[in-house]
């Protein structure tokens, strides 16, 4: 999934159960009203920004 990269943060959630989760190019903030959930049971999860 790939997210605007105009300097507004987001509330993230990725996970994988069996795999890797990566999210580090996204600007995080845990008290921002946009959020993001991605989940897989088996696979890589990746959100960045563009």
Do not use: F
Request: charged share 25%; proline share 4%; net charge neutral.
């Amino acid at each position: 999934m790939g997210l605007p990269a105009d300097g507004v943060t987001y509330r993230v959630d990725a996970r994988a159960t069996n795999g890797e989760s990566d999210s580090g190019s996204v600007p995080g903030d845990s008290s921002s009203r946009r959020s993001i959930t991605a989940a897989t049971a088996n696979g890589k999860v990746t959100v960045e920004a563009r």
